[in-house]
């Protein structure tokens, strides 16, 4: 098993432009997660799944943000109309349902909007 | 409101210079206190979990504590590649299956 793997590393994209970010999670987790760190702050939580539920959303998600995970393996992140404050690490991470223990972070996706 | 303070924010320390790190906490219902260690540019690597006062936990030259107001990170003996920045997260009764992370230590352990 790889751990959890993020696409692309770093994004560098115009403002207003959309972009995507894709999170492939450990195998057999069945929950996942979405975070945001800007530098020198903790990572922030955005959204988290169960499967190919949706089952929470931080009130920092603007509607401008969405997230999917399909048939419950890999999960897109998706910014629209990306503003300067979107510029920050976006961080997937994936355990179990019953996991004792943290999870297991992916390495991130840097995301500058310029 | 949850809260999670972690202090200081940066330390530097001679190798070889023991020293603790300090995550303090005002929650509602701590159901889990985690540490992560997270080298520039990667994701958070998990380290340990604590559940109740009184639990510790090792790994090599890092030891967790807890009590509960605070939960602290000793490190023995450091040596450079234990520099990194260290965070601090909680679970409880409000945050449900999310964690709250502290804004973390940075570590820089000089040969």
């Known amino acids: 098993d790889t751990g959890v793997s993020q696409d692309p590393r770093h994004k560098i994209t115009k403002r207003g432009q959309n972009v995507t970010f894709r999170c492939d999670p450990i195998?057999?987790?069945?929950?996942l997660y979405w975070y945001r760190q800007t530098l020198g702050q903790g990572p922030e939580f955005l959204t988290y799944?169960?499967?190919?539920?949706?089952?929470?959303k931080s009130r920092l998600l603007s509607d401008r943000f969405s997230a999917e995970r399909p048939k419950g393996s890999f999960s897109t992140l998706e910014i629209q109309r990306t503003e300067q404050g979107d510029s920050a690490m976006y961080l997937c991470?994936?355990?179990?349902?019953?996991?004792?223990?943290?999870?297991?972070f992916g390495s991130g996706t840097r995301l500058t909007v310029v | 409101e949850d809260q999670v303070t972690q202090s200081p924010e940066a330390l530097r320390l001679q190798e070889g210079e023991s020293s603790s790190l300090n995550c303090s906490y005002t929650v509602s219902g701590l159901r889990g206190l985690f540490w992560y260690r997270q080298d520039p540019g990667k994701g958070p690597e998990f380290l340990f979990t604590?559940?109740?006062a009184g639990e510790e936990k090792e790994k090599e030259r890092l030891k967790a504590t807890l009590t509960k107001k605070e939960s602290f990170l000793h490190i023995t003996a450091p040596k450079p590649e234990d520099s990194a920045t260290y965070l601090c997260a909680v679970q409880t009764q409000n945050t449900g299956n999310q964690f709250y992370f502290g804004t973390g230590t940075s570590l820089t352990v000089i040969p």
């Open positions: 604590l559940y109740s």
């Open positions: 991470a994936s355990s179990l349902v019953l996991q004792v223990g943290g999870y297991t």
């Open positions: 799944f169960q499967n190919e539920a949706q089952l929470e």
């Open positions: 195998s057999e987790h069945n929950r």
